[in-house]
């Protein structure tokens, strides 16, 4: 998959993906905002159905209480039935459409009567037993309000008065009739409460399904129970019209039986495809579709409920995030449109780019990108172009390297050619060197070679530096002792002419320390030691001999002269020849390998010849240095007479 299309998809899953994530987010966590303020208002509203019937049922019973208590004052066996009718109308008022069946059963007999025909005097008040049982000489009076409203609008359809628009006006009553009980309701808040502070026993009012029940008193003694029996779908009717429906909400009730009650008849069967009778079990909002019915079943088995739609609304709250949405989504589009040749750009660079290093792998260093820009790629357009230039360049010193390692190469095999590669037996001694350049090639020098006379011509040197140079200087001094050697015998002077031409032909600060020895027949070793390191000469018996510096380094101040000194070797003796590259040596802690562990090692190998004397140095100084480079050339020589 090209960078390209992963950038376009990296932008769609970063942009498409959290937009669409988010706008469900929204759309979930509105909807559920909305269905709560939703069941919220219904259950308001259902809490208010059943607070304005406990005001209708409330202003019922006062009204009933009112009118058997005036009818209680009939000194008689029993209040008089025709009376109670007569004063139904006035004392319900426009409650009486609300009420079917009024009755009244006594619980005691009446008050005494004095002699003047008044009533007893009054005892005094006594708080509410328990109901009393019905007295049997005083029968119930039962008054059929309905039977009376019936019969008056067959009278009045007689007499030809009940047109259409007559009876809508009555309708239109009964609903005024619940409105003015429920506003008397509200007025009488305030006696309520002056009634409570004056410790006036409230009325009990308690309804059971279509029943109205409140115990009838005087002067606190209780003279029956009166009941009214109400129209539901009257009252129910009237209460629910008072239910806003503004967001098409259905007010409803259910009564103990199960009927169902709404103000508008062509609603009953969209409550009944919500069930809404299975719902008023639960009493707690529930969504059923796109409604929300919110239920709550009062003391008297009666149920009120509120199905309130939700579908216009959630439409709306679908289209406003589509909406949201789609605008989310053409600005990503729009975006699109401009990330698309941005990417293409990008792409072309990064192609010219790549092109450029698979063309610089190729062993093309010439090659260079063009620097289109000042942003990040024409900066790594131009960090390209350096690094090409700078493997230009390094290639050429590379190649100029590789040219001079080869001739150093070659170098160190002249060099190595030019050293002995085999020991010498001379007579009865046996002579053996070897030398490690610190570089390619070395200053260090070694040499054994036989002399005319029986004698036999010892050298061992080391050139100031290393390299090069140190190398040319050591293959001319060694030249020059080969060949002037045979021809003359005084060490001292033949060293003394060499220092006068070293400080002649060669820069300042550059000298050679030097031991030059010739071993006669007589095994007499003749030695000049040019400021070279003390060299070894170990008996038999375990002593050792220094062969210690005879004069100054050859080319460093010249014209100081020389010594030529004398030992006399015997069988068994051991000759040891190095450089300071040896006892120089260091480790990883900057600490020398040092002439002690050289004497060391002479004294416990010398019994065993000259090349158990040479591999062991040779091990030791390589397990000391470990993996620190050597610093500087070693030159080990070995004789044993």
Same mark, same amino acid.
């Given at each position: 998959?090209?960078?390209?299309?992963?950038?376009?998809?990296?932008?769609?899953?970063?942009?498409?993906?959290?937009?669409?994530?988010?706008?469900?987010?929204?759309?979930?966590?509105?909807?559920?905002?909305?269905?709560?303020?939703?069941?919220?208002?219904?259950?308001?509203?259902?809490?208010?159905?059943?607070?304005?019937?406990?005001?209708?049922?409330?202003?019922?019973?006062?009204?009933?209480?009112?009118?058997?208590?005036?009818?209680?004052?009939? %000194? *008689? $066996?029993?209040?008089? &039935? #025709?009376?109670? @009718?007569?004063?139904?109308?006035?004392?319900? +008022?426009?409650?009486?459409?609300?009420?079917?069946?009024?009755?009244?059963?006594?619980?005691?007999?009446?008050?005494?009567?004095?002699?003047?025909?008044?009533?007893?005097?009054?005892?005094?008040?006594?708080? %509410? *037993? $328990?109901?009393?049982? &019905? #007295?049997?000489? @005083?029968?119930?009076?039962?008054?059929?309000? +309905?039977?009376?409203?019936?019969?008056?609008?067959?009278?009045?359809?007689?007499?030809?008065?009940?047109?259409?628009?007559?009876?809508?006006?009555?309708?239109?009553?009964?609903?005024?009739?619940?409105?003015?009980?429920?506003?008397?309701?509200?007025?009488?808040?305030?006696?309520?409460?002056?009634?409570?502070?004056?410790?006036?026993?409230?009325?009990?009012?308690?309804?059971?399904?279509?029943?109205?029940?409140?115990?009838?008193?005087?002067?606190?003694?209780?003279?029956?129970?009166?009941?009214?029996?109400?129209?539901?779908?009257?009252?129910?009717?009237?209460?629910?019209?008072?239910?806003?429906?503004?967001?098409?909400?259905?007010?409803?009730?259910?009564?103990?039986?199960?009927?169902?009650?709404?103000?508008?008849?062509?609603?009953?069967?969209?409550?009944?495809?919500?069930?809404?009778?299975?719902?008023?079990?639960?009493?707690?909002?529930?969504?059923?579709?796109?409604?929300?019915?919110?239920?709550?079943?009062?003391?008297?088995?009666?149920?009120?409920?509120?199905?309130?739609?939700?579908?216009?609304?959630?439409?709306?709250?679908?289209?406003?995030?589509?909406?949201?949405?789609?605008?989310?989504?053409?600005?990503?589009?729009?975006?699109?449109?401009?990330?698309?040749?941005?990417?293409?750009?990008?792409?072309?660079?990064?192609?010219?780019?790549?092109?450029?290093?698979?063309?610089?792998?190729?062993?093309?260093?010439?090659?260079?990108?063009?620097?289109?820009?000042?942003?990040?790629?024409?900066?790594?357009?131009?960090?390209?172009?350096?690094?090409?230039?700078?493997?230009?360049?390094?290639?050429?010193?590379?190649?100029?390297?590789?040219?001079?390692?080869?001739?150093?190469?070659?170098?160190?095999?002249?060099?190595?050619?030019?050293?002995?590669?085999?020991?010498?037996?001379?007579?009865?001694?046996?002579?053996?060197?070897?030398?490690?350049?610190?570089?390619?090639?070395?200053?260090?020098?070694?040499?054994?070679?036989?002399?005319?006379?029986?004698?036999?011509?010892?050298?061992?040197?080391?050139?100031?530096?290393?390299?090069?140079?140190?190398?040319?200087?050591?293959?001319?001094?060694?030249?020059?002792?080969?060949?002037?050697?045979?021809?003359?015998?005084?060490?001292?002077?033949?060293?003394?002419?060499?220092?006068?031409?070293?400080?002649?032909?060669?820069?300042?600060?550059?000298?050679?320390?030097?031991?030059?020895?010739?071993?006669?027949?007589?095994?007499?070793?003749?030695?000049?030691?040019?400021?070279?390191?003390?060299?070894?000469?170990?008996?038999?018996?375990?002593?050792?001999?220094?062969?210690?510096?005879?004069?100054?380094?050859?080319?460093?101040?010249?014209?100081?002269?020389?010594?030529?000194?004398?030992?006399?070797?015997?069988?068994?003796?051991?000759?040891?020849?190095?450089?300071?590259?040896?006892?120089?040596?260091?480790?990883?802690?900057?600490?020398?390998?040092?002439?002690?562990?050289?004497?060391?090692?002479?004294?416990?190998?010398?019994?065993?010849?000259?090349?158990?004397?040479?591999?062991?140095?040779?091990?030791?100084?390589?397990?000391?240095?470990?993996?620190?480079?050597?610093?500087?050339?070693?030159?080990?020589?070995?004789?044993?007479?």
């Amino acid at each position: 998959m090209s960078l390209r299309t992963r950038l376009i998809l990296a932008f769609l899953l970063l942009s498409v993906v959290p937009l669409s994530a988010v706008t469900l987010y929204s759309y979930t966590t509105s909807v559920r905002a909305f269905e709560r303020a939703v069941e919220r208002e219904a259950t308001q509203s259902a809490t208010d159905i059943g607070r304005r019937m406990a005001m209708v049922t409330d202003d019922v019973g006062r009204r009933m209480e009112g009118l058997f208590e005036a009818s209680a004052d009939d %000194p *008689g $066996p029993n209040p008089n &039935p #025709d009376e109670v @009718r007569a004063k139904l109308g006035p004392m319900l +008022g426009d409650a009486a459409a609300l009420v079917e069946r009024v009755e009244f059963e006594p619980m005691s007999p009446p008050l005494p009567a004095d002699i003047s025909g008044a009533a007893a005097k009054v005892p005094p008040p006594r708080p %509410p *037993g $328990p109901p009393q049982p &019905p #007295d049997p000489r @005083r029968p119930p009076i039962v008054v059929d309000v +309905g039977a009376i409203l019936e019969q008056t609008r067959k009278e009045i359809e007689a007499n030809g008065v009940m047109t259409p628009e007559a009876r809508a006006d009555m309708e239109k009553t009964i609903r005024d009739s619940v409105h003015a009980a429920i506003a008397r309701k509200e007025a009488m808040k305030a006696a309520a409460a002056a009634m409570a502070a004056a410790s006036v026993p409230p009325l009990s009012v308690k309804m059971e399904g279509r029943e109205i029940a409140i115990p009838v008193r005087r002067h606190g003694r209780e003279l029956g129970r009166a009941r009214a029996h109400l129209n539901l779908d009257r009252t129910l009717g009237a209460i629910l019209t008072l239910t806003r429906s503004d967001q098409g909400e259905i007010p409803f009730a259910i009564d103990r039986r199960g009927a169902l009650y709404t103000p508008d008849p062509a609603q009953k069967a969209t409550l009944e495809s919500l069930r809404v009778g299975k719902l008023a079990a639960a009493d707690k909002p529930q969504r059923v579709g796109d409604w929300v019915v919110v239920t709550r079943t009062e003391e008297s088995g009666l149920t009120f409920g509120i199905a309130r739609p939700l579908g216009e609304s959630l439409r709306e709250i679908r289209r406003a995030s589509v909406r949201n949405l789609s605008l989310g989504l053409l600005v990503i589009g729009l975006a699109i449109v401009g990330i698309v040749p941005i990417s293409h750009r990008m792409t072309e660079r990064l192609r010219a780019l790549t092109a450029g290093v698979r063309q610089l792998a190729a062993g093309d260093f010439r090659t260079r990108v063009p620097v289109r820009s000042p942003d990040e790629f024409g900066e790594l357009a131009r960090a390209f172009n350096q690094m090409a230039q700078d493997l230009e360049r390094h290639q050429a010193i590379a190649v100029e390297q590789e040219r001079l390692h080869r001739e150093l190469e070659l170098s160190r095999q002249i060099q190595t050619e030019m050293l002995p590669r085999a020991p010498l037996r001379f007579g009865a001694s046996e002579i053996r060197g070897i030398s490690f350049p610190a570089r390619e090639v070395g200053g260090d020098f070694f040499n054994y070679f036989e002399l005319p006379g029986q004698r036999l011509g010892l050298l061992v040197g080391d050139v100031s530096g290393k390299g090069v140079s140190a190398a040319l200087l050591m293959a001319n001094v060694q030249a020059t002792l080969r060949a002037r050697l045979p021809l003359q015998t005084d060490l001292a002077s033949l060293t003394d002419l060499l220092d006068r031409e070293i400080d002649a032909t060669t820069p300042g600060g550059v000298f050679v320390t030097l031991f030059l020895a010739i071993l006669d027949e007589r095994h007499e070793l003749h030695y000049v030691n040019a400021g070279h390191n003390p060299q070894y000469v170990l008996r038999p018996d375990g002593r050792v001999e220094r062969l210690s510096s005879t004069g100054l380094p050859i080319g460093l101040f010249s014209g100081h002269g020389y010594r030529e000194q004398r030992v006399a070797l015997a069988p068994g003796d051991l000759l040891f020849f190095y450089t300071d590259g040896l006892v120089e040596a260091e480790n990883a802690e900057g600490e020398q390998f040092g002439a002690e562990r050289v004497e060391a090692i002479l004294l416990e190998e010398h019994a065993r010849g000259i090349d158990a004397v040479l591999g062991r140095i040779e091990r030791d100084v390589a397990a000391f240095r470990g993996s620190v480079e050597a610093l500087d050339d070693a030159t080990l020589m070995a004789l044993r007479v």
